[in-house]
Structures are given as structure tokens and as C-alpha cells.
């Protein structure tokens, strides 16, 4: 069994309106509450990040779905995260993936069902999307082209 593991620093200068310093290796920026939620909108803050750890994860999973099937594709994916709040109680309820699939052989029956089929199932086979399984829930909603 191979372990990864992960590290990351955040430098936070005091209250709940602070502006924070996170730094990871291949990540660096400013973080804060968002102003949605009456804070300084300063930097990213958690529900952009998790939002963008269910994207990257799910295209990034798809992407190599495709390549193993030799399907040549190109991918766009808008994300939507979705917080509610009742009596002051923040919660994640919902992520909505909007992936594009433009298929480079669009004559390839065979490509688009396959496409069609990885665009859901890669959904489930993320680790994140897996982590989040029985808290958040997730959709995929497809353009194939």
C-alpha cells in the first residue's frame, strides 16, 4: 500500500474577519470568509476550495478515463456549489458538475457512449467525491458534442 500525504500551513492573525495566509507546495493565497457569509471576501475561502477539490478531482478523473479508452476529447466544466444556511447552521448541501465533452472523432459511436458513461461514473470514482458520498451531494449534468 503507497500513502500520500498532503501538508498545509495556515498563518490566521486573529478573529473571525481576519485574512489568513495559506501555503501548501504548489499552492500560496489569501483566505477569509467569503462576503456572502458577512466576511471580508478576501482571497478564496473553504467552500471555494472544497468546490474546486470536487472539480479538479472529477474532471481531472474523467480526463484520465477517456485517455485509457484512447478517446480523444476536449473538457469544460463549470461548478456549482451550493451552502445553506438555516438558524445561523452553515451547510454544504449540493455540488452541480456542468461538464462539456466535445469528442475529436464525433462520427465514433462507440466514443460517445463510452463518453457518456465515464462522464457519470467518474463522478463516483473520485476521491473527493467519495470523501464528500452521504454529505454533499453531487450531479453531473452533460453537453456531448
Known sequence: M????FTLN???PGGRNSVGELSAERLQTKISIPPEMNGPGIGTNPDEMLLGAAATC??????????RSQIEAELTL????FVDVTNGVFT?????????IILKNKED????RIAERYAYKAEETCMISKALKGNV???VHLTLK
Open 109 to 112: 459511436d462507440r466514443g460517445r
Open 2 to 5: 503507497t500513502i500520500h500525504t
Open 78 to 81: 463549470e461548478s456549482k456549489g
Open 92 to 100: 454544504y448541501k449540493s455540488i452541480h458538475h456542468y461538464v462539456s
Open 10 to 12: 495556515i498563518d490566521w
Open 58 to 67: 472529477y474532471l481531472i478523473t474523467l480526463a484520465a478515463m477517456l485517455e
Open 137 to 139: 451531494d453531487i450531479e
